[in-house]
């Protein structure tokens, strides 16, 4: 894996690394770490989680998965289903519509997505609300 940062390779190594001692599991470090921040996360086999992550598009994936990990979470709906639903709002195939390989616009753009729909849903059920007071 070379890092698309600074163009060094990555190790597989344990978190303890960038967690100041603490363990969540194997990742991808670059190796030029700590100049170059670079890291993803590791499934068990091994197998990036996605791309290398800077410290700010970390940060947008956690705000991408935050705006719909709580649908499957909750029982809302089955995480398949939240799933479909990100590929189905943001015109994408199965094999794309995975966070861990997206850029911070497209994080973005999936957080504004869902708000905008909330806010929507929310005014929505607002008016519904105030018409059956009404009747």
């Given at each position: 894996m070379t890092c698309p940062y600074c163009g060094n390779s990555a190790a597989?190594?344990?978190s303890s690394i960038v967690y100041r001692g603490q363990s969540y599991g194997?990742?991808?470090l670059c190796n030029s770490y700590p100049d170059c921040d670079a890291y993803v996360g590791a499934h068990p086999?091994?197998?990036?989680k996605g791309r290398l992550a800077k410290k700010d598009?970390?940060?947008w994936k956690m705000k991408a998965h935050s705006s719909i990990d709580w649908m499957w979470k909750s029982g809302m709906m089955e995480r398949t289903e939240v799933y479909k639903l990100v590929q189905?709002?943001?015109g994408m195939t199965e094999s794309d519509a995975?966070?861990?390989k997206w850029d911070i616009p497209t994080c973005r753009r999936l957080v504004e997505t869902i708000i905008g729909g909330a806010k929507y849903m929310a005014v929505r059920n607002r008016m519904h609300s105030v018409h059956q007071k009404e009747r």
């Open positions: 597989y190594c344990d194997m990742i991808w086999s091994g197998h990036p598009l970390r940060e189905d709002l943001m995975h966070i861990g």
